[in-house]
């Protein structure tokens, strides 16, 4: 009967028990409650928090700027290249044969412009060897009628003589026809400075280029990917090979609520949690600039709330974070990664339309085509000293046409 006694049940005494545990959950739960209230108010309204942040870097594609069949892939993905390296090899005959087609006008064009000026200066003698002759004739006219009267020339003579001039004068005008027509071809320029001979040239040069062009080198240092030329391809201008990605300049781009903009401003740090490494590594970022439009106003197909049914969503804002340079290099820190970014608004920050983006980067700009046209401009002039090795100041007008013909 003890036994049996001492396992009775006792409410009282179960209740007590449930009340101690139901006010040490909720003893628990207060306490956590006010260290969050006390972390929030104290570190956690000052945070601006996202996880629709992803790093962002420059993707440069990497096109073909001439028509050819791929003959040979140099690179593959994930590969390292420099500024320069040969990636893409096209089948160069046909660009070879226009570029020797275009020496060849080049030259010929050369040998045409010489012989106009040639020819210039030899309707130029002409005219002045008719000028010589008329003036000739009209001396002897003048002294013919002179002596016409005293009867020392016949009247026969006078008469052959002003038939002359008249012939003489004619040949003038056709000796001056001809020479206008040779100045309108070169006057006021020079054998290289011809126009026909600079359309040459620049065809020559435009030749040389898309022959220079076969050739696809890399227009910035950084890793490759999506590769998609293959051998055999048969590509044309635009068509895309592949893309560069350099790994020292990224950042990241967070999409914040617009009810989270109120506070942010460009200058204010920021803390990065990439998801690859989680919380044991946390990347320091700045807010360069705020994107002057929400994500929606740039899509492929922009909203038209203005017709149909109007639903009201939550806009965001893109906003551009850098990276530290140091902190990202050596690690798998990659575009398109996610990450959870924390903006510190206590800092007052710069006006809104302030932006601290810079563009000094390596691949903000390419000199892989600098030498290009130089190199061109330096065959041409090659050309030039072989077929026009002789080459005179601008020629001048030609002193004979202002002869008059009529008769004085």
């Not at 570190?43 to 629709?52: E, H």
């Not at 594609?61 to 420099?82: K, W």
């Not at 054998?191 to 050739?215: C, S």
């Not at 590509?235 to 990241?252: E, F, N, S």
Request: with cysteine; hydrophobic share 40%.
């Amino acid at each position: 009967m003890e036994k049996h006694a001492s396992m009775k049940v006792r409410p009282k005494e179960i209740r007590a028990r449930r009340n101690r545990r139901l006010l040490a959950v909720f003893l628990l739960l207060l306490l956590t409650a006010a260290t969050y209230a006390v972390y929030f108010w104290l570190d956690g309204r000052f945070w601006v928090t996202t996880d629709n942040a992803f790093i962002a870097g420059n993707l440069i594609p990497v096109e073909a700027d001439a028509t050819g069949i791929v003959t040979q892939v140099l690179v593959e993905e994930s590969q390292y290249v420099r500024k320069g390296d040969l990636l893409v090899r096209l089948d160069e005959h046909r660009a070879a044969a226009t570029l020797g087609r275009a020496q060849g006008n080049l030259a010929r064009v050369l040998r045409r412009v010489a012989g106009l000026f040639a020819r210039r200066q030899q309707m130029c003698q002409r005219l002045a060897a008719r000028a010589a002759d008329l003036e000739r004739v009209r001396h002897d006219l003048i002294r013919y009628r002179e002596a016409v009267p005293s009867g020392s020339v016949s009247e026969q003579v006078l008469q052959n003589a002003e038939d002359h001039r008249r012939a003489l004068e004619a040949e003038v005008r056709e000796a001056r026809a001809e020479l206008l027509s040779a100045e309108a071809q070169v006057g006021g320029t020079t054998r290289r400075g011809h126009p026909d001979v600079e359309v040459a040239k620049n065809n020559f040069i435009e030749a040389f280029l898309e022959y220079n062009r076969q050739h696809i080198v890399a227009p910035a240092t950084g890793y490759v990917a999506k590769r998609k030329a293959q051998v055999g391809d048969r590509v044309k201008p635009g068509d895309p090979l592949m893309t560069i990605v350099p790994l020292d300049h990224l950042w990241v781009e967070a999409n914040l609520r617009e009810t989270d903009m109120r506070r942010v401003r460009p200058g204010q740090r920021a803390l990065i949690v990439v998801d690859v490494y989680g919380k044991s590594h946390t990347l320091h970022g700045k807010v360069e600039g705020l994107v002057p439009g929400t994500g929606s106003v740039f899509a492929l197909l922009p909203p038209d709330n203005a017709t149909g049914n109007f639903i009201h969503i939550v806009q965001r804002v893109p906003v551009r974070i850098t990276l530290q340079k140091e902190e990202i290099q050596g690690r798998l820190i990659r575009p398109g990664l996610s990450t959870i970014t924390s903006i510190d608004v206590r800092e007052p920050g710069s006006p809104p339309d302030t932006s601290y983006v810079e563009t000094s980067a390596a691949e903000y700009a390419t000199d892989i085509f600098a030498d290009e046209l130089t190199r061109a401009e330096s065959m041409a002039r090659e050309i030039l000293e072989a077929n026009l090795p002789e080459v005179g100041p601008i020629e001048s007008p030609c002193p004979t046409l202002a002869i008059p013909v009529a008769q004085p």
